[in-house]
Nanobody
Framework: QVQLVETGGGLVQPGGSLKLSCAAS????????MGWYRQPPGKQRELVAT???????NYSDSVKGRFTISRDHAKNTMYLQMNSLKPEDTAVYYC????????WGQGTQVTVSS
């Protein structure tokens, strides 16, 4: 069955960095568009970034220039490098497969606070 497992979340100070990973299994990873979504506390889930099977990327305006999405087909893993983090980036971050998403991971908490 399809599994998406996010790791790398945690507590970081404003201006800091974190790198999220999403380990994928149960489907042909190299053929699937992938994405990251997030849900801030008390708000609706929102798109962060997507990456096509060929590596074409798309970012929300709120993270453009600060976050980088990437994928490693040899490792069946997707990444989200997050730099210059702000308190408003605090959210549960979800890995997704498919566009629109067909599968979701369980989420990993990212908290940006001093």
């Amino acid at each position: 069955q399809v599994q998406l497992v996010e790791t790398g979340g945690g507590l970081v100070q404003p201006g800091g960095s974190l790198k999220l990973s999403c380990a994928a299994s149960g489907f042909i990873f190299r053929l699937s568009p992938m994405g990251w979504y997030r849900q801030p506390p008390g708000k609706q889930r929102e798109l962060v970034a997507t990456i096509s099977s060929r590596g074409t990327t798309n970012y929300s305006d709120s993270v453009k220039g600060r976050f980088t999405i990437s994928r490693d087909h040899a490792k069946n893993t997707m990444y989200l490098q997050m730099n210059s983090l702000k308190p408003e980036d605090t959210a549960v971050y979800y890995c997704t497969a498919g566009l629109p998403p067909n599968y979701w991971g369980q989420g990993t908490q990212v908290t940006v606070s001093s």
